[in-house]
């Protein structure tokens, strides 16, 4: 990796870092978004997978109740971790030459869904098998395209959870499929294993802990809305531009 490209992936996972402190995730989002256009997409997955893993664990722990969203979302994550191996083992993964499309296209759903502000609800009697339905399904986007936001986050904001919550439920998710993810790369599955890419991976956690900081500093001295407004703008282009590209080549 040349000192050129060394510098822009830390901006980037800056960047990305950042929206993570500003909006509680976006980390591997923005991060794939963005990697995706200046390295393969299964070596922008793998340095992703420490930063990514390690930020939703500390989201999630740090919440108020750990074993009650534990108890209430276990066959969610089974299904994430099968979905995930699923898009790795049987759909090809990262490697896919779909993938590029399969990431700009999940990148423009979620950017239009996210400026629509829908207000989505998932009755009470519904949730227990169509959390499960929901994981299965973003596991295998995650195993594919390397972007945990779809269609669980969505599903989780339905549910109408307490702030508080939901940040905890979001955390939970992310680092069930981003360790699947990891499991699949470091077992040959998709990207190789490659221990220059774990210890890489590792080094990222620098500048996207940076980004975090200053994004968590951020959040009470910005409007939010807007953030959020240019946020989803940007992941539409971003992903627009991804697809095109994929479409081309």
């Not at 191996?85 to 896919?96: C, I, K, Q, T, V």
């Not at 702030?163 to 998709?190: C, N, P, R, W």
């Not at 282009?237 to 590209?245: I, K, M, W, Y």
């Amino acid at each position: 990796m040349s000192l050129s490209l060394i510098a822009i992936v830390c901006v980037i996972l800056f960047a990305a870092g950042l929206v993570k402190g500003l909006t509680a995730m976006g980390l591997p989002t923005v991060g794939m978004a963005l990697l995706s256009m200046v390295m393969p997409p299964a070596e922008a997955a793998a340095l992703l997978v420490v930063p990514a893993v390690l930020t939703n664990l500390a989201q999630f722990a740090t919440g108020p109740r750990r074993l009650a969203t534990i108890r209430r979302f276990w066959a969610l994550g089974l299904a994430t971790i099968a979905g995930t191996l699923l898009g790795a083992l049987l759909l090809g993964g990262l490697e896919s030459h779909l993938a590029p499309a399969l990431l700009g296209g999940t990148l423009v759903v979620y950017g239009v869904f996210g400026l629509s502000r829908l207000a989505l609800h998932t009755p009470a009697r519904l949730e227990p098998w169509l959390g499960p339905v929901m994981g299965l399904a973003s596991g295998v986007l995650t195993g594919t395209t390397g972007v945990t936001v779809m269609p669980v986050a969505p599903f989780l904001q339905s549910l109408q959870l307490d702030k508080e919550d939901l940040v905890q439920a979001l955390g939970l998710a992310f680092s069930v499929s981003m360790l699947a993810l990891a499991a699949t790369l470091s077992m040959d599955f998709t990207a190789g294993g490659d221990l220059r890419l774990a210890a890489a991976s590792a080094a990222a956690l620098v500048p996207s802990l940076l980004g975090m900081e200053i994004g968590r500093r951020l959040r009470i001295a910005i409007s939010q809305a807007a953030f959020r407004r240019a946020f989803f703008a940007c992941l539409i282009l971003l992903g627009a531009n991804t697809l095109l590209r994929a479409v081309a080549f």
